[in-house]
């Protein structure tokens, strides 16, 4: 079946550096989508990339989708305490007939 | 617009207990997820619903998992009987459409505890 893996799994940083997770599928996608939960949280919904190559961005969070639709990245420029929790990528393959399929997470844990 | 409605919050059984989660998902989104997130991992998908009809289960143990959405709004999931290792957080997700990139919209989730 389709796996979706993330590296790392845990991230250490100081209040104002830089932080990205990746995103890596074992089957080609439809589109992949990241989410945010906080500790004690559900996961909530950030983006969803379609096209190959597409990058997005969201204040200081830049999305990218790979060229060939098997992996994707996000980076948070000059991370705040706000920015704490679990990053999920989520892969779906398309056609309507199975959900999402989640990664493991990245979980970002920030020293002030 | 409202979330999805979930409940119990938290759930402690014994082990071959029964024990059964509901969830309300948003007015108008027909495809409803049931999703297992065991502690430190990504959810998993159980079983997907469009309206009232499974579109996959692939991933739910039928031997004791079972789900319904009758009238294509809210859904019910069962769990009888109960393992231990069957405590996690039980999310139910929905969406409209993949189109539109909405993504999911997840509820608070059932917290469930296995004793």
């Known amino acids: 079946g389709q796996q979706v893996m993330q590296i790392p799994q845990y991230q250490h940083v100081q209040e104002g550096e830089d932080f990205t997770t990746y995103c890596n599928s074992s089957?080609?996608?439809?589109?992949i989508q990241w989410y945010k939960q906080r500790p004690g949280g559900h996961p909530v919904f950030l983006i969803q990339?379609?096209?190959?190559?597409e990058v997005k961005k969201q204040k200081r969070l830049t999305f990218q989708f790979g060229e060939a639709k098997k992996n994707s990245s996000l980076h948070i420029t000059a991370t705040q305490t706000t920015d704490v929790g679990t990053y999920f990528c989520?892969?779906?393959?398309?056609?309507?007939?199975?959900?999402?399929?989640f990664g493991k997470g990245t979980h970002l844990i920030i020293q002030p | 617009e409202a979330g999805v409605a979930q409940s119990p919050r938290y759930k402690i059984i014994e082990k071959r207990q029964s024990v059964a989660f509901w969830c309300n998902p948003i007015?108008?989104?027909?495809?409803l997820y049931w999703y297992q997130q065991i502690l430190g991992q990504g959810p998993k998908l159980l079983i997907q619903?469009?309206?009232?009809?499974?579109?996959?289960d692939s991933q739910l143990p039928k031997d004791r998992f079972s789900a319904e959405r009758l009238k294509g709004v809210d859904s019910t999931l069962k769990i009888q009987p109960a393992k231990l290792e069957d405590s996690a957080v039980y999310l139910c997700?929905?969406?409209?459409?993949?189109?539109?990139?909405?993504?999911?919209?997840f509820g608070s989730g059932t917290r469930l505890t296995v004793v």
């Open positions: 997700a929905s969406s409209f459409s993949f189109d539109r990139g909405s993504g999911y919209t």
């Open positions: 089957t080609t996608l439809s589109n």
């Open positions: 990339l379609v096209k190959s190559g």
């Open positions: 989520a892969g779906y393959r398309g056609g309507g007939a199975d959900g999402l399929t």
């Open positions: 007015s108008g989104h027909a495809t």
């Open positions: 619903f469009q309206n009232n009809g499974v579109v996959d």
